[in-house]
Each structure stands twice: as structure tokens, then as C-alpha cells.
């Protein structure tokens, strides 16, 4: 049984949103994807009444520390929301880290495993490919977000797809034109995402909810 924290406000899960929204629109790419996963946040039942999608505005980062206040660990598990939110598609660009180190900055924050991963490509950029594990300390620290609001483990539970999407091949006429990969082999970060599901579910199920729905 997971020990017992405060619950977010609707105010702090809104500006949580707001600042994934922020990170989304970063690259000016706000793909059929992330309009569709917002869409979907919007009309969660979590909410107890609907939150429009115009709600969901990109958020300054003055604005998103007023709004998640000085507890740390709130901070912590946003920053960690916002670089899985970055990593969505397999890359993290220099467009989306500057959002996300405005953010630290702002919540006196810093995340130690990203600086370091982009002092050490910086350094060693040609021999970025040899080294498998170099996102390792990125992952332990994804690894830690905590799970303690029954809105948000909902959420995660939805936007996280309860198996890995199967690689396939694209065949035209009887031509194959190309072949998709399995999402486990496209982001690195996947295993932190099916993890941080699980924690969601176990959280749900120790508060008596009802998880069978996201076990299809």
C-alpha cells in the first residue's frame, strides 16, 4: 500500500497540462497525434466537469511555477512529465529543452541527468552511437516519478497503450514500400512509459478502483 500525499489542485493539474502543452508545441509541430491526446485529456471523466481544449494554452514559466507552488517533488514529477512529453516521438531537440530548462529555472529546479547527457554529446557527438547506454541515467531518474493522484494515473493509463504497438510492414499491390517498427524499438524511453503505467494501475487498484478497463 503506497503512503498517502496530497492530491494535486485543479489549478496545479491545469498549468501540469498546460506546461505538456508547451513542451508539444515547442518544435511548432503539433501533430494529429498530440491534438488527439489533449482532445481526449479534455473530455476525461476525471475531472468532474469538462475542461475545454482552448483551456490548454502554452503557459510561461512564471506562470507554471506560481501554479505547482515550491514543493519539490510536484516540480520534480512535472519535469519528468514534460522530457517523456519531448521524447514522445524519439527525439529531443534543443527547441524543447530550452522549454523545459525555462521551466527548471522557474521552479528552482534542475535536471542533473539531462545536463549531463547533453555535456557529454557535446563532447563525444561522433561517438554518440556507440554507446547504448548513455541514456541509462536519464531513465533511473524517469524512474522515479511518483504516482499519487488517482486524475493523473487515469490519464496515464489512457495515453500509455497497454502493449507495445506491433511492427509491421506497409505493402501496396503486393509490394512491400515499408517496414514500421515496433514503438518499443522507436522511443527509448518506452520502458519508462509501460512502468510508469504499471505504477498507475497499482496505485488505482490499491484506492479500490476498478482498472479492468485498461487491461484489454
Given at each position: 500500500?503506497q503512503?498517502?500525499?496530497?492530491?494535486?489542485?485543479?489549478?496545479?493539474?491545469?498549468?501540469?497540462?498546460?506546461?505538456?502543452?508547451?513542451v508539444?508545441?515547442?518544435?511548432?509541430d503539433?501533430?494529429?497525434?498530440?491534438?488527439?491526446?489533449?482532445?481526449?485529456?479534455?473530455?476525461?471523466?476525471?475531472w468532474?466537469?469538462?475542461?475545454?481544449?482552448?483551456?490548454?494554452?502554452?503557459?510561461?514559466?512564471?506562470?507554471?511555477?506560481d501554479?505547482?507552488g515550491?514543493?519539490?517533488?510536484?516540480?520534480?514529477?512535472?519535469?519528468?512529465?514534460?522530457?517523456?512529453?519531448?521524447?514522445?516521438?524519439?527525439?529531443y531537440?534543443?527547441?524543447?529543452?530550452?522549454?523545459?530548462?525555462?521551466?527548471?529555472?522557474?521552479?528552482?529546479?534542475?535536471?542533473?541527468?539531462?545536463?549531463?547527457?547533453?555535456?557529454?554529446?557535446?563532447?563525444?557527438?561522433?561517438?554518440?552511437?556507440?554507446?547504448p547506454?548513455?541514456?541509462?541515467?536519464?531513465?533511473?531518474?524517469?524512474?522515479?516519478?511518483?504516482?499519487?493522484?488517482?486524475?493523473?494515473?487515469?490519464?496515464?493509463?489512457?495515453?500509455?497503450?497497454?502493449?507495445?504497438p506491433f511492427e509491421?510492414?506497409?505493402?501496396?499491390?503486393g509490394?512491400?514500400?515499408?517496414?514500421?517498427?515496433?514503438?518499443?524499438e522507436?522511443?527509448p524511453?518506452?520502458?519508462?512509459?509501460?512502468?510508469?503505467?504499471?505504477?498507475?494501475?497499482?496505485y488505482?487498484?490499491?484506492?479500490?478502483?476498478?482498472?479492468?478497463?485498461?487491461?484489454?
Amino acid at each position: 500500500m503506497q503512503t498517502d500525499h496530497p492530491t494535486y489542485t485543479q489549478t496545479q493539474i491545469l498549468a501540469w497540462l498546460r506546461g505538456l502543452m508547451s513542451v508539444a508545441l515547442a518544435d511548432n509541430d503539433y501533430s494529429n497525434q498530440e491534438h488527439t491526446l489533449f482532445d481526449q485529456i479534455s473530455h476525461s471523466d476525471e475531472w468532474g466537469e469538462e475542461v475545454a481544449i482552448a483551456a490548454f494554452e502554452p503557459i510561461s514559466a512564471q506562470e507554471l511555477a506560481d501554479a505547482l507552488g515550491s514543493d519539490r517533488d510536484v516540480g520534480q514529477n512535472f519535469l519528468r512529465m514534460a522530457v517523456v512529453m519531448a521524447f514522445a516521438d524519439g527525439k529531443y531537440t534543443d527547441t524543447e529543452d530550452r522549454i523545459i530548462q525555462e521551466f527548471c529555472t522557474a521552479l528552482h529546479q534542475e535536471i542533473k541527468p539531462i545536463n549531463e547527457l547533453r555535456q557529454k554529446l557535446e563532447a563525444n557527438s561522433h561517438q554518440a552511437e556507440h554507446h547504448p547506454n548513455l541514456l541509462k541515467p536519464v531513465k533511473e531518474w524517469l524512474d522515479h516519478m511518483d504516482i499519487h493522484d488517482s486524475r493523473l494515473a487515469n490519464l496515464i493509463c489512457k495515453v500509455v497503450p497497454a502493449q507495445c504497438p506491433f511492427e509491421r510492414d506497409v505493402v501496396l499491390f503486393g509490394h512491400k514500400i515499408m517496414h514500421i517498427p515496433a514503438m518499443c524499438e522507436i522511443n527509448p524511453l518506452y520502458d519508462q512509459l509501460v512502468g510508469l503505467r504499471f505504477r498507475s494501475l497499482c496505485y488505482l487498484a490499491d484506492k479500490g478502483e476498478d482498472v479492468s478497463k485498461y487491461c484489454k
